[in-house]
């Protein structure tokens, strides 16, 4: 039981991180995801609900990050939170890049650590 908490606190926690980071408000991810109010972004944020997978996925596309960023129980650095976002905009911008394999590379093992 202690993990599934620990698990909803480590997403809420990228959660918030990523939407500080890029300027959003808990208003802007209600309304995002259709909530009527912030303070169910709060209560995610803080460990207190969890999202469904759906809504998850459809959050860590508007956060510009892949999923697993979100899903994977390792607590990423800001760092490591603002490069995902980054490889994700190239990978979304650029779908003909000479680039591609090496950025897919490094998210799939970012992915599997």
Do not use: C
């Amino acid at each position: 039981m202690n993990s599934i908490i620990n698990h909803k606190v480590i997403i809420g926690q990228k959660i918030k991180l990523l939407r500080l980071q890029q300027g959003k408000t808990q208003k802007d991810l209600a309304q995002f995801l259709g909530y009527q109010s912030s303070g169910m972004i709060s209560q995610i944020e803080h460990g207190q609900t969890a999202l469904s997978q759906e809504r998850l996925s459809k959050l860590a596309d508007y956060l510009g990050v892949p999923s697993f960023v979100l899903l994977n129980e390792r607590p990423y650095s800001d760092r490591d939170l603002l490069l995902f976002a980054q490889l994700e905009v190239v990978l979304r911008n650029n779908p003909e890049s000479k680039h591609l394999p090496t950025i897919e590379s490094l998210l799939n093992l970012a992915e599997n650590e």
